[in-house]
């Protein structure tokens, strides 16, 4: 019998970056929660005009474009793909994905590992080694560079890793409340302040049989 | 979960819904009568005989929107769902937990519970409103109710927990013509009576019922559960026996409260209602249209969720409440905790 297979979704890593929870409550639960999953597939079909991205001859841009890599199980879209001439690959062309980020930032490293998956992915698809892409801030107008070196192809081969596992076993962590529950988009769906124990129905259950006054 | 609570209902016989941009847009006979954004709308519940195209349906699909139908009477006929929400391992969970007597037990107590505390709730706060001669009706049944929470605590098995909730459920509709006020005493009101309800008073309570229990479905749907396999009510071939199960702590407080305000008020009177040849009693269209307004209306109105600690709408409460019971068949909570009404 084959193994059970799992994928991973390219946007999961992001997620489980920011939180295991939150990552395993959209993945594993596959709770639907508006603002995470429907706002990015509006993203992908909404047409971006990014400053810096000039229209050099030759240099092709594609959206909305599907990715996967066999070796990781790693499957998703990149919101947007240049290919640039480049006389030093086979191929004459050199991916290079950008991330656009619409609403500000939760967290900088997150976003870098998504990039740097959607690099592992363009890089198992195409035979050509991708060593840069871009990270694209809506509310800033600010585009970044983002290398991805040996410590940033580490942190996102592990981060895929962990969410290999956390589907396999179909585990939702339990987590503590955090200051960052504020800013999750899930934390109506999470219900942190129940999940780390925090409170017990058996007490409230025997408050609502008390005896009531008159 | 989102935020927006809306529900769209279509009461006119023949109208077309379709989608325009990111709005559906209700015509009748090509004439435009109502456009709402999509990103507004949590649900959309045909009252009357009306027609949606594939594509708005598609749409409202995607984005988590319940439709369901009804018929004129309020009878619900189907509802439009895409591929089961959640997780499978979680409804698996659901269903071992309902072959597990104990477990089962201890979760239609907590039903039970919820249901007694609230309709004692909804009692209390009546009492406190009601002229002096009726208060010792109301205390009487108060006392009554807290006497069934009691045996409740003590109750060995499902049937004696089923036992405790008829009995209870007779003493509370017991003191309903206590709660008419007025002009509104018009209303008479002789126990629970459906299918097809007798009176007034029972048509307005089965159509709201009917209403609250397919946004208990469509709740517990969206977390993933199976809103046929209940704890309290057993399994029966075309009902939805965890949306009944969910249900019963919000009966007295979401849908008895507002059939009470509105004849008290006199937003409804006994000329609002027909009664057909062999004795059935149904709302006009003016009071379907009044109660629904009514009733969406009520479901933004703010409460606090005293087991959570936070502030919320009555209309989020089913979806809170799916999200707990999830969490203690997932394992994470001892217990099902009812929303309680203060
Ligand atoms: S609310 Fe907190 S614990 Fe829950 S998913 Fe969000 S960040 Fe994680």
Redesign the pocket.
């Known amino acids: 019998m084959e193994p059970r297979e799992t994928w991973v979704a390219l946007s999961a890593l992001q997620h489980l970056l920011?939180?295991e929870?939150?990552a395993a409550?959209i993945h594993v639960e596959r709770l639907w929660v508006e603002d995470v999953n429907t706002a990015q597939g509006r993203l992908l079909h909404e047409r971006v005009d990014l400053p810096g991205h000039d229209a050099r001859p030759g240099r092709r841009v594609e959206r909305a474009v599907r990715l996967g890599c066999q070796r990781l199980r790693l499957t998703g879209r990149a919101d947007l793909v240049e290919y640039h001439p480049d006389g030093t690959s086979p191929t004459g062309w050199r991916p290079f994905p950008v991330e656009v980020k619409r609403a500000r930032r939760k967290s900088e490293e997150a976003d870098r590992v998504q990039l740097c998956a959607q690099a592992l992915c363009l890089e198992e698809m195409h035979g050509v080694d991708v060593p840069e892409g871009a990270l694209f801030h809506g509310a800033e107008h600010r585009r970044q560079a983002v290398r991805f070196d040996a410590r940033l192809r580490t942190l996102t081969e592990d981060a895929v890793a962990r969410m290999h596992e956390l589907l396999a076993r179909c585990q939702v962590p339990a987590?503590p409340?955090?200051p960052?529950?504020e800013k999750?988009s899930?934390?109506s769906m999470?219900l942190?302040q129940v999940?780390a124990g925090q409170r017990r129905a058996s007490d409230h259950l025997r408050r609502m049989v008390e005896p009531v006054e008159f | 979960m989102t935020t927006a609570l809306n529900t769209l209902f279509i009461t006119l016989e023949g109208a077309r819904l379709n989608k325009e941009g990111e709005r559906v847009v209700v015509t009748l006979h090509d004439e435009k009568k109502a456009e709402v954004p999509l990103r507004h709308l949590r649900s959309v519940v045909c009252l009357a005989r009306a027609w949606m195209t594939p594509e708005l349906l598609e749409s409202c699909v995607e984005a988590g929107i319940h439709v369901s139908f009804f018929g004129m009477t309020g009878r619900f006929l189907v509802r439009v769902e895409g591929l089961p929400g959640g997780n499978v391992l979680l409804r698996r969970a659901q269903f071992r937990v309902a072959d597990d007597g104990a477990r089962t037990l201890e979760i239609a107590r907590a039903v039970v519970v919820g249901k007694l505390g609230n309709a004692r709730q909804f009692l209390m706060h009546a009492r406190r409103d009601a002229v002096e001669e009726r208060k010792p009706v109301l205390e009487e049944a108060v006392r009554r109710l807290s006497g069934h929470l009691r045996a409740l605590e003590r109750a060995e098995d499902l049937e004696q927990v089923r036992g405790l909730e008829g009995i209870a459920a007779r003493d509370y509709f017991e003191v309903f013509p206590s709660l008419l006020k007025g002009e509104a005493r018009r209303f008479t009101f002789d126990g629970r009576n459906r299918r097809p309800p007798r009176d007034p008073l029972n048509a307005l309570l089965s159509f709201g019922y009917a209403l609250l229990a397919q946004e208990c479905a469509g709740a517990l749907a969206g977390v993933g559960l199976d809103p046929a396999v209940g704890f309290l009510h057993e399994d029966r071939p075309g009902r939805l026996s965890l949306a009944l199960d969910l249900m019963e702590e919000l009966r007295a407080p979401v849908v008895d409260r507002l059939v009470f305000s509105l004849v008290n008020r006199g937003q409804l009177k006994p000329e609002d209602f027909k009664t057909e040849a062999a004795g059935g009693v149904l709302l006009r269209d003016e009071a379907r249209k009044a109660f629904l307004v009514a009733y969406q209306g009520a479901k933004q109105v703010e409460v606090q969720h005293v087991f959570l600690g936070q502030q919320t709408s009555w209309g989020l409460v089913p979806h809170l409440q799916a999200l707990l019971l999830a969490r203690v068949l997932r394992g994470e909570l001892d217990g099902y905790p009812p929303f309680a009404v203060r």
């Open positions: 920011f939180c929870r939150q409550l987590v409340r955090a960052k529950c999750c899930l934390e999470c942190p999940t």
